[in-house]
């Protein structure tokens, strides 16, 4: 029997463990930090409430195999729904995702026009210097103007730095190049519908769990991973977790699955690097509200770019599937705040938070009069995002490159890769990983696959 040891139990961890736990030959056991599985992907419940870490839903470009690996493989319900998303810019709600005509209605013929012009110089102007930062790359795509006013606060709110010290990674990893086929959406308003599971995103988690445990997979919650130990000639040969009650537990291993952190991860392995810079990530504080009355606007999520508005995305998720929070009267909004770990909007008691979300709610006009608060409470997410600052690659290759020289360690999945990616990345990366181990890595090396990993970049 082989024994693997999976770190970390998100959609990748758990992708692998259900593909392994159907062979006959693998024994797995799964280790993760929190009490529940699914990692970012998770839904949780509340008081009967159920909620999701964050807005999430499954784009409409998700290979077709993913989606076949859902509803059949794995029996998820998926609802299709149609995708009614607002941006505020400028003072106006824009639809979201946004179309060229929605743009000109919204933000006026002359300013357009103005945009326009202004792309199209940029366009003809010969390419001065050099695109490494986001700003640079974001100019030489769309010009200064459209930067100035339409990209570089949204880059200082999501990221919490200055634009010119995030690497034009920052743009490529969100969807941001202009290319034929973003024009095109943009131009015919594709991307309208979006698909999401009847009981929660976290449903997805939920079905692999279940079948994990079926086939006799173990997956051990409250199971902190500290360190990857190694043999004399550097083979995996056991990880050490502390248990549900503080006790240090010793597996023995020679093939170790990782989906932590990356950075965690090469603590785990050579211990901290004092004085060596870090790989950064950026937070996200998400607060739930349920109030009493339903927002005037239709819409069920809502975008807010600009920095004067303190929110980052609002959504009420119960529209996404009438099964989801059912029951309850009134609306549940999970409203997100982009952070980093230790800075003031971390920091912020609940019922401040609280105070912030009322107030813009009211501002942007989602709410006309205060609406009334049932209840409310936040989580924070530490490592939410990578976050590609200059210089990140650099520190990403040290380590991953030390961590790739140990026989039986892989690292994958968002995190393990520091890739800013979606859902049915993870489940890609996972099944294809699953395949390579089953197959005893014949064909390409496993290296070149993970490599292409990197090509992946996020949607909202
Ligand atoms: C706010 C937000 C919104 C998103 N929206 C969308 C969306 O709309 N559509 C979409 O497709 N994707 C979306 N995503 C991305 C999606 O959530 C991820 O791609 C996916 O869930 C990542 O799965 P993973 O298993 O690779 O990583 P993770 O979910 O990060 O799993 C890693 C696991 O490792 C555990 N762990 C960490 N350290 C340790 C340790 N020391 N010991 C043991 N366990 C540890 C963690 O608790 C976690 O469970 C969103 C992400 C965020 C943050």
Redesign the pocket.
């Known amino acids: 029997m082989k024994k693997v040891v999976i770190?970390?139990?998100?959609?990748?961890?758990?992708t692998i463990a259900r593909e392994l736990t159907r062979v006959k030959g693998y024994s797995v056991v799964m280790?993760?930090?929190?009490a529940y599985?699914?990692?970012?992907?998770?839904t949780l419940t509340k008081d009967g409430m159920s909620f999701d870490?964050?807005?999430?839903?499954?784009?409409p470009d998700?290979q077709a195999d993913v989606l076949r690996y859902l509803r059949s493989d794995l029996g998820v319900e998926l609802f299709k729904r149609p995708r009614k998303g607002a941006l505020y810019l400028q003072g106006k709600f824009l639809r979201y995702p946004v179309t060229i005509l929605d743009f000109i209605r919204a933000i006026s013929v002359r300013k357009s026009l103005i945009y326009f012009l202004s792309y199209l110089v940029n366009l003809l102007r010969p390419q001065k210097g050099p695109t490494t930062s986001y700003k640079q790359a974001m100019c030489a795509a769309v010009g200064e103007r459209i930067y100035a006013d339409l990209y570089e606060d949204f880059a200082w709110k999501l990221w919490g730095i200055d634009p010119v010290k995030i690497s034009a990674e920052g743009m490529h990893r969100r969807s941001l190049a202009f290319n034929w086929k973003a024009i095109r959406k943009a131009v015919l308003g594709m991307d309208r519908y979006?698909f999401y599971p009847s009981r929660g995103?976290g449903e997805i988690s939920k079905r692999l769990e279940e079948e994990i445990t079926r086939n006799h997979g173990e997956i051990l919650k409250e199971?902190?991973?500290?360190c990857v130990r190694l043999d004399r000639d550097r083979k995996v040969s056991s990880v050490v977790?502390d248990d549900p009650q503080g006790k240090s537990v010793e597996i023995e291993t020679s093939m170790v699955i990782s989906?932590?952190?990356v950075d965690?991860l090469h603590e785990?392995l050579m211990g901290s690097q004092e004085g060596a810079e870090p790989l950064k990530w950026r937070g996200?504080r998400?607060l739930y509200v349920h109030l009493k009355q339903f927002p005037s606007l239709e819409n069920d999520t809502f975008y807010f770019p600009e920095r004067r508005t303190r929110l980052g995305r609002a959504s009420v998720i119960q529209k996404f599937s009438p099964e989801l929070n059912s029951t309850l009267k009134g609306a549940l909004f999970t409203i997100?705040f982009p952070c980093s770990s230790g800075d003031p909007m971390w920091l912020k008691p609940d019922d401040e938070l609280l105070q912030i979300a009322l107030e813009d709610l009211l501002v942007t006009g989602i709410y006309k009069d205060t609406p009334e608060v049932v209840r409310s409470f936040s989580i924070r997410?530490e490592?939410?995002?990578p976050l590609y600052d200059l210089g990140w690659e650099e520190r990403f290759h040290r380590l991953f490159s030390q961590i790739n020289a140990v026989q039986g360690l892989y690292s994958?999945?968002?995190?393990?890769l520091f890739l800013h990616?979606?859902?049915?990345?993870?489940i890609l990366?996972?099944l294809e990983l699953s395949s390579q181990i089953l197959s005893a890595f014949s064909g390409g090396t496993w290296k070149d696959r993970s490599g292409q990993f990197r090509k992946f970049s996020?949607?909202?």
């Open positions: 770190l970390g139990a998100g959609l990748t961890g758990l280790l993760e930090k929190e599985a699914g990692g970012l992907a998770a870490l964050g807005s999430h839903r499954i784009h998700t979006f995103i199971s902190k991973v500290r977790y989906t932590i952190p965690t785990c996200l998400v997100e997410l490592k939410a995002y994958i999945g968002r995190s393990g990616c979606n859902i049915d990345h993870s990366q996972g996020a949607r909202d």
